[in-house]
């Protein structure tokens, strides 16, 4: 399967000399020898494209007939584990981890959903399809409902409206739409705004989002936060953010992750390792202008050790 969804603003590059047995004897020697040497284990897994490290997966298995990392820690298994998995299988991965336990985690949902394009989200389900043996709509039905779910399952569909052309006019609409279904009415007609911001363009709701705020006085997202509640106000606002800008909705959830007494190293590894082939590059340079400071150091500060050296290798520099 070829790599899917890089793109020229990631970290992570395909090495040009790729040599998978090279690579497989490298990671033999790292993992089986006495004491794993984490640095040869970090250095490839950092360096090579999802592609590349799947052939590495792959190869190791057949040779060895097994998979061994258990002399890792636990924050770097989890690094090694994401690594390996190229977009669609990370999907799976990351998606089954919603239904682990009670309860549904709605915000590794709403992070994948709000933040991927119809033909990503088609990609994942396909791939969900074939290993699961059933689609995630089918998933969804049975952990999702009310409201929230009628938007996680619009946005699963991956049909959004895909026209690159702007009518500033059917954008007003929309903007008074909004306006009128939260602002201006005693009670809130949420179905409304989960038409609007579920279906249409990407290009349509940037053209809507500023119109809104010459018509209300207000930005939308200020507007959700005051009418909506619960898992469909942080859907709905993810989604605000990610037309706006999808690096700078990421450089936030990793600026979360980190802030505070101790570190949610579940979202960071998933973040870091999600967008370093995609938009890393921008991510960094939107992280340096919300907070004044580098992601490097950001995490050079607040992890340590071998799982550290690996983000800062995803991260890619200190600018």
């Known amino acids: ?38 640095k040869t284990l970090i250095d490839i897994l950092t360096h090579r494209s999802s592609s590349q490290k799947q052939a ?5 298995e057949e040779t060895t007939k097994r998979v061994n990392l258990c002399s890792l820690s636990d924050t770097l298994l989890n690094v ?6 190229i977009f669609p299988s990370f999907f799976i991965l990351t998606f089954m981890q919603c239904f682990q336990g009670a309860g549904t985690d709605t915000n590794i949902l709403i992070e994948i959903l709000a933040s991927r394009t119809n033909k990503q989200i088609k990609e994942m389900s396909a791939a969900f399809a074939e290993v699961i043996k059933k689609t995630p709509m089918q998933e969804l039905k049975t952990e999702v409902s009310g409201d929230f779910g009628k938007a996680i399952l619009l946005l699963a569909e991956g049909a959004r409206d895909e026209s690159t052309n702007v009518n500033a006019d059917k954008a007003k609409e929309d903007a008074k739409a909004l306006y009128q279904a939260g602002e201006k009415r005693l009670g809130t007609d949420e179905s409304k705004f ?7 363009s990407i290009p349509h709701l940037r053209q809507t989002i500023l119109e809104y705020k010459n018509i209300s006085g207000k930005t939308l997202q200020k507007s959700i936060e005051k009418e909506i509640s619960g898992d469909l106000e942080e859907l709905l606002v993810a989604i605000v953010k990610c037309v706006m800008s999808t690096p700078a909705y990421f450089a936030e959830k990793i600026y979360k992750s980190m802030k505070g007494a101790g570190t949610d190293e579940n ?3 998933r973040v870091m390792v999600s967008r370093g082939e995609i938009d890393m590059l921008d991510i960094r340079a939107e992280f340096k202008k919300l907070y004044q400071r580098s992601l490097y150091k950001e995490i050079s500060s607040d992890v340590s050790g071998s799982y550290g050296d690996c983000l800062k290798m995803i991260c890619g520099g200190e600018d």
């Open 1 to 38: 399967m070829s790599d899917l969804w890089p793109g020229e603003r990631g970290t992570i590059k395909a090495k040009a000399d790729f040599n998978v047995s090279e690579d497989v004897a490298a990671l033999r020697k790292a993992i089986e020898g006495i004491g794993t040497t984490e």
């Open 80 to 85: 090694c584990v994401f690594c390996v998995h």
């Open 194 to 200: 989960i038409e609007i911001l579920c279906k249409r």
């Open 56 to 60: 590495i997966s792959k190869a190791y």
């Open 267 to 269: 979202t960071l590894t």
